[in-house]
């Protein structure tokens, strides 16, 4: 942000000062920024007279450069620096201090895990006798956890690592799990407050585990009373509901950082405006949520991130603190959140694994080096991770990388097979080893295999998730109906199949296609073990045939609304989402059936790699090269089927 100073039309020019802190120019003003302050806390005044004085229309509230916090340097890697906030009322001005300090003088402080929002420094806090300006939402935060009568020691990113100093940056980085796991407790600051938040965490209260002399007790939410209290809560419009929505929208559940922050935390408390609960309590509401078939009316990720960071909490706690998950792998459940700088994509996950590819933290590289050489040391951990994870964009889009590095700026669209369930069991490539060679330029990768088949056939979208903010019950089954409405396309590619190749039922086919071959977890009993799918399989079809009398809850609809309640089909459905959401369906010219990444396109090769889990999708380029679209999943030949005739002998030159 500038401050400026008003000169005669001839001297009009603009002078950037501490970029990228802007304000609009007003006429009639001609402006530049003034040599003797830096950043204005508000827009300067539209309607000042033109005139020489420096900043005769300054706002209240300007800085002058000798104010300013001035960062000491750090004496040893490994040190630290903690905020102490000084006792005061509501509205007084924040007074603060800084000290250096190190892991092994074990010192006492709770950390803060927050959004940053916008980059705007409209606020401030003092430093000893000195300013350092803080953006809205950080400063709302230290007014919400200042002390009346007390100091309060917490470890803050923007404050305590001088973020104007590259190379500090990446070493303090490089000890974040340090510090979010050695802090007491890490404070989870969602914002401030909204309408009826009472309403959104009395209901999480229900789920906070409560000590009763020597035994732990919480809430039966399975009681008949408490589910008969709870009935309105599948009115999406219920103050109750509207208050929870509110909550799991908020910015923190999409920022790429928290996701550390919250894994190594020993303990979290989840803040919004005046209203606490521990991590434990919501996590549970959620699971709680997902179980009852609540979270089909919210919009975002929210859930998603709470669910895998407990996913990587237990492992973790398994496995005595330490993560063997390639660092790939976490960036790419985690694709979706959103990282100011674009380079924390990968070194936001560096401190949670120790499959990082020797990768640390370096703020002078670009996007398309660090991208490329993360791309390049995973190889040698597992390559097809690293492809498994490349999706296909047109030319022109940025960063500029090869088609077999994975973009993480790039929109989150679908779920890769290989990496969103460890447990397939596939093995198309075999037990062979994985051959993949890249060149010295770092630009061309060279993998070894056949060409198994041509794409023949590709459909529209088959499902897409929902993203409408409000889901509406329209929306809900607007979702449903497209997805009955697009069987129409499948049934028409999927019976020129009709026998399936191979020695698999044409049915039994179509039901594990839909599935990936996914088992259906907790449904066991349900039939026997062959019958599973199909059976899954035909009651999909007929819940889906029967959309209109569900969603109209009539009497001749009750076995539709007892259907979309039955275990196997919401399990069917559920897989089905998880695996095919974003994919084409196609058909090969052999007759396979299969699913392919949304770039897809009739030419495309059907390839099996020496080694892969999975097949992948390749795109003749030029001079005998090929452009990499995707991984993809072929019914039929996902077990290792392929290589009784196929030899893993061709190389693909990929770019």
């Not at 007074?95 to 940053?116: D, M, N, V």
């Not at 005595?320 to 792998?329: E, Q």
């Amino acid at each position: 942000m500038l401050i400026f100073c008003i000169l005669p039309p001839s001297e009009v020019y603009v002078v950037t000062v501490l970029a990228p802190y802007v304000i609009p120019l007003h006429s009639p003003c001609i402006l530049k920024p003034c040599p003797n302050h830096v950043r204005a806390l508000v827009k300067p005044c539209p309607n000042c007279v033109q005139t020489m004085s420096p900043c005769a229309h300054a706002p209240i509230g300007v800085i002058d450069r000798t104010e300013l916090y001035h960062y000491q340097p750090m004496s040893e890697y490994g040190d630290f620096r903690l905020l102490v906030i000084e006792p005061g009322g509501l509205n007084d001005e924040i007074s603060c201090t800084l000290f250096h300090t190190a892991f092994q003088r074990k010192p006492q402080y709770r950390a803060l895990s927050y959004p940053w929002g916008n980059n705007n420094m409209t606020h401030s806090v003092r430093i000893r006798n000195e300013v350092l300006p803080v953006t809205a939402n950080l400063h709302m935060a230290l007014k919400r956890f200042r002390l009346p009568d007390q100091q309060l020691t917490l470890w803050i990113d923007a404050i305590c690592i001088n973020q104007q100093n590259e190379r500090e940056r990446e070493q303090q980085v490089q000890v974040m799990r340090q510090i979010y796991s050695n802090a007491e407790s890490v404070i989870i600051w969602l914002g401030d407050a909204f309408a009826n938040i009472e309403e959104a965490f009395n209901f999480i209260h229900r789920f906070e585990v409560r000590q009763t002399g020597t035994q732990e007790t919480q809430s039966n939410m399975d009681d008949p009373e408490v589910i008969s209290s709870l009935k309105t809560f599948s009115d999406k419009n219920t103050v109750l509901w509207v208050a929870i929505r509110s909550l799991l929208d908020r910015q923190w559940f999409m920022r790429t950082w928290v996701v550390q922050e919250a894994v190594v935390a020993s303990q979290a408390q989840v803040v919004c405006g005046n209203q606490t609960c521990s991590w434990e309590a919501l996590s549970k509401m959620v699971t709680w949520m997902q179980e009852k078939g609540f979270m089909v009316w919210l919009s975002g990720y929210s859930h998603r991130t709470i669910g895998m960071i407990n996913v990587i909490k237990n492992e973790m706690r398994a496995e005595n603190g330490t993560l063997s998950w390639p660092v790939a792998a976490l960036a790419n459940f985690f694709r979706y959140l959103k990282a100011t700088d674009p380079r924390d994509k990968i070194f936001a996950f560096l401190g949670l694994t120790l499959v990082n590819g020797g990768i640390k933290p370096d703020y002078s590289m670009s996007c398309e080096e660090l991208y490329t050489k993360a791309a390049i040391l995973m190889l040698e951990e597992d390559p097809f991770f690293i492809l498994s994870c490349a999706e296909y964009s047109a030319q022109g889009s940025e960063p500029s990388l090869p088609s077999w590095v994975p973009n993480w700026i790039g929109k989150y669209k679908y779920k890769a097979t290989a990496l969103f369930s460890f447990n397939h069991g596939f093995m198309t490539g075999g037990r062979t080893s994985k051959r993949v060679i890249y060149s010295e330029s770092g630009q061309t990768l060279t993998v070894t295999g056949f060409v198994f088949d041509i794409v023949s056939r590709v459909s529209q979208h088959l499902y897409n998730e929902v993203t409408s903010h409000t889901n509406s019950r329209e929306d809900v089954y607007k979702k449903f109906f497209d997805k009955r409405m697009l069987f129409q396309e499948f049934d028409e590619i999927a019976n020129d199949s009709n026998p399936y190749p191979g020695e698999m039922n044409f049915e039994d086919a179509l039901s594990r296609l839909f599935v990936c071959d996914q088992p259906l977890k907790g449904c066991e009993g349900l039939h026997p073990s062959d019958q599973l799918h199909k059976q899954a399989y035909r009651a999909m079809r007929y819940f889906l045939r029967h959309l209109e009398d569900f969603y109209a809850r009539d009497t001749a609809a009750i076995d539709v609304q007892e259907l979309a309640n039955e275990p196997l089909v919401n399990a069917y459905l559920r897989l089905s989402s998880q695996n095919i959401s974003y994919k084409r369906l196609c058909a090969s010219s052999r007759r396979y059936l299969g699913w392919l990444p949304d770039a897809g396109a009739l030419g495309d090769v059907i390839c099996i790699f020496s080694g892969a889990d999975v097949p992948y999708l390749l795109r003749p380029d030029r001079d005998d090269h090929y452009k990499l679209i995707g991984e993809c999943y072929i019914q039929g030949i996902m077990h290792g089927e392929a290589l009784i005739n196929g030899k893993l002998v061709e190389q693909f030159n990929i770019l």
